[in-house]
């Protein structure tokens, strides 16, 4: 079945460090989307990038789809306290009827 | 105030009994979604249905059931055959449809544990 990977399962930075997740689909997606779930909270969407080799930004984190869409990652620049949690990407399945997320990858940051 | 709502917040279930998580949405939409998050790992899909009266399987459905008698309702039944349920179980639901509609929103979560 379609699966969804992401690399690293973790990360741990300096706070000032930038930070980067890869996502990659084993089937070309539709679109992707990520989220992210804060300690002890629930995932909350951040951006769904639909067009190949779409970047989007919000502030400093930098989204990036893949040419054949099938790849995505999200980098963020000069990370904050506020930036701890688990990043996750998601796509859907042909017909739509449900996403596959990755395993994520959790964010820590040293003060 | 638009939204998810799960409860109860925390669960404790003896061993041999069932116990029925609740999800609720007034967002208006027709699909929805239950999964389960152990410590540390990602999201994995129990059920999920498209419409009501209408339910499929996930990937790890066994010792679990759903039922989707109104399209805002979408409770979770963990059965007595469900023998590791000690889990965080995450609601969600969006609209149906293929392209740009299936941003998922999530509830709260139920943490269950059993005695």
């Known amino acids: 079945g379609q699966q969804v990977m992401q690399i690293p399962q973790y990360q741990h930075v300096q706070e000032g460090e930038d930070f980067t997740t890869y996502c990659n689909s084993s089937?070309?997606?539709?679109?992707i989307q990520w989220y992210k779930q804060r300690p002890g909270g629930h995932p909350v969407f951040l951006i769904q990038?639909?067009?190949?080799?779409e970047v989007k930004k919000q502030k400093r984190l930098t989204f990036q789809f893949g040419e054949a869409k099938k790849n995505s990652s999200l980098h963020i620049t000069a990370t904050q306290t506020t930036d701890v949690g688990t990043y996750f990407c998601?796509?859907?399945?042909?017909?739509?009827?449900?996403?596959?997320f990755g395993q994520g990858t959790r964010l820590t940051i040293n003060p | 105030d638009g939204g998810i709502t799960q409860s109860p917040k925390y669960l404790f279930r003896k061993e041999g009994q069932n116990v029925t998580l609740s999800c609720e949405q007034n967002?208006?939409?027709?699909?929805m979604y239950w999964y389960r998050q152990d410590p540390g790992q990602g999201l994995r899909l129990i059920y999920y249905?498209?419409?009501?009266?209408?339910?499929q399987k996930g990937d790890i459905a066994e010792g679990y059931s759903v039922s989707r008698e109104k399209k805002e309702s979408f409770p979770l039944t963990v059965t007595s055959a469900q023998k590791n349920p000690t889990a965080f179980y995450l609601c969600?639901?969006?609209?149906?449809?293929?392209?740009?509609?299936?941003?998922?929103?999530f509830g709260a979560g139920t943490r269950l544990s059993v005695l």
């Open positions: 969600a639901s969006s609209t149906s449809g293929s392209g740009a509609k299936n941003i998922q929103y």
């Open positions: 089937t070309t997606l539709s679109n």
């Open positions: 990038l639909v067009k190949s080799g």
């Open positions: 998601a796509g859907p399945t042909q017909g739509a009827q449900k996403l596959v």
């Open positions: 967002l208006n939409h027709d699909a």
């Open positions: 249905s498209q419409i009501v009266n209408d339910f």
